[in-house]
């Protein structure tokens, strides 16, 4: 209550808004050090599973709603429900990175869309959006261990630039592969391939 008198209603929403945005930051960053930590103790490798794509999907776009409400993005599910046998966890850790950076230089707007093609021994999952897009040399780099450093989002968003790496590393452990397609100021497609049994 004794707050409530410092400061006007905006104020207080536009404080709760960054300690939220904080947050989720700081989920994501504990997030990629886990795994990451886990990659490089080669204790990530998990059991192949049913999978329940469709839901998946849903699952971490529901995750950064609130994100792409604040920022006045579509997030489109297209990937039709449909079982898989493979690595859950790889999966999501992927799609949560990739779903991220996308709002992240994504501006208001925009769209995000996430599809999946299921082929004999893999699905091509992509994650395409309408953002600023990035130059060749920029593609060529970002998921590159020797290149950790973050770029800023279009609100201003920060990251660790551990994201992408974190992406190729479990991707390639689990047999799939990960790369991107971009032109500048036109948007980014990210493909990575999901190995079934």
């Not at 329940?52 to 792409?68: H, I, K, T």
């Not at 190729?168 to 980014?188: D, F, M, P, Q």
């Amino acid at each position: 209550a004794e707050l409530s008198t410092k400061f006007t209603h905006d104020e207080l929403v536009a404080y709760a808004r960054h300690v939220n945005e904080a947050g989720e930051q700081v989920f994501i960053l504990l997030q990629n050090l886990l795994e990451w930590s886990r990659v490089q103790l080669e204790t990530h490798r998990s059991e192949p599973e049913v999978v329940s794509l469709g839901c998946l999907v849903q699952d971490c776009m529901d995750l950064y709603q609130p994100v792409a409400f604040e920022k006045g993005i579509s997030l489109h599910n297209n990937v039709p429900e449909t079982s898989i046998v493979s690595s859950p966890e790889m999966i999501k850790i992927v799609l949560r990175n990739l779903i991220f950076n996308a709002l992240k230089f994504t501006t208001r707007g925009g769209e995000v869309n996430v599809f999946a093609q299921k082929e004999p021994s893999q699905v091509l999952m992509t994650v395409s959006d309408t953002g600023v897009g990035m130059s060749p040399d920029r593609m060529s780099t970002i998921f590159s261990l020797t290149e950790t450093s973050s770029t800023t989002g279009t609100s201003g968003e920060k990251g660790t630039g551990l994201g992408l790496p974190l992406c190729k590393e479990l991707a390639e452990l689990n047999g799939g592969r990960i790369w991107v397609e971009s032109s500048h100021g036109e948007g980014s497609n990210f493909f990575f391939t999901v190995p079934v049994k």
